[in-house]
Nanobody, 115 residues
Framework: QVQLVESGGGLVEPGGSLRLSCVVS????????MGWYPQAPGKQRELVAQ???????TYGDSVKGRFTISRDNAKNTVYLQMDNLKPEDTAVYYC?????????WGQGTQVTVSS
């Protein structure tokens, strides 16, 4: 049984920062790529940042230069540092992890950027 638990969301003003965390627990012998997928109301989830087990990183165009993804393999945790947040970043942020041959999702954490 694999579980993903996100934390760190909240309400922030435009230009502010938040740091999201996602912990993978359970059968975590083979945790490969981990990523963050925001989903705004009425829209599909889209990848904004992904990091592989060896540290290869991909960012979506909308967050390049503002978001930074990192991971601690010893803690099976992935982080998303979000700086210079914009109202259009408002969404539920879901964590995804490839564990073995399967993909798992967390329950999501709400990020709201508003003045």
């Amino acid at each position: 049984q694999v579980q993903l638990v996100e934390s760190g969301g909240g309400l922030v003003e435009p230009g502010g920062s938040l740091r999201l965390s996602c912990v993978v627990s359970g059968n975590t012998d083979r945790v490969y790529a981990m990523g963050w997928y925001p989903q705004a109301p009425g829209k599909q989830r889209e990848l904004v940042a992904q990091i592989t087990s060896v540290g290869m990183i991909t960012y979506g165009d909308s967050v390049k230069g503002r978001f930074t993804i990192s991971r601690d393999n010893a803690k099976n945790t992935v982080y998303l540092q979000m700086d210079n947040l914009k109202p259009e970043d408002t969404a539920v942020y879901y964590c995804n992890a490839e564990v073995g041959t399967r993909n798992y999702w967390g329950q999501g954490t709400q990020v709201t950027v508003s003045s």
